[in-house]
């Protein structure tokens, strides 16, 4: 929770469009919560992320994300699939 707080102060420091930065801590944040059991909010940021990132395939991203921790990226990821993000 402690972590959502963090994103949701980050996003709300940024201002303008959802782009770069802004837009990949949105996506963290629909991670987060739907680790956290708040799906409701997950589908909205995923919607949010999603309106301005139409490109966004998870296979895509996953072969980007694999230089890090291993179980981090399995948790982060399964979220992302959780919530139906495009493959």
């Known amino acids: ?4 707080a963090e994103l949701t102060r980050f996003i709300d420091q940024q201002s303008g ?4 930065v802004k837009s990949q801590a949105i ?3 629909a991670a987060a ?10 589908h909205e940021d ?3 992320y999603l309106s301005s990132n139409s490109q ?5 991203f996953k072969q980007s994300f694999m230089r890090r921790d291993p ?3 399995k948790r982060y990821t399964q979220a992302l699939e959780f ?5």
Do not use: Q
């Not at 929770?1 to 959502?4: C, E, K, V």
């Open 17 to 20: 469009p959802v782009e770069s």
């Open 33 to 42: 919560h739907a680790i956290a059991g708040n799906i409701e909010r997950a």
């Open 71 to 73: 179980a981090v990226v």
């Open 56 to 60: 966004f395939r998870l296979s895509r």
């Open 27 to 29: 996506r963290t944040r």
């Open 1 to 4: 929770r402690l972590a959502i």
């Open 83 to 87: 919530l139906g993000f495009p493959d």
């Open 46 to 48: 995923k919607k949010l």
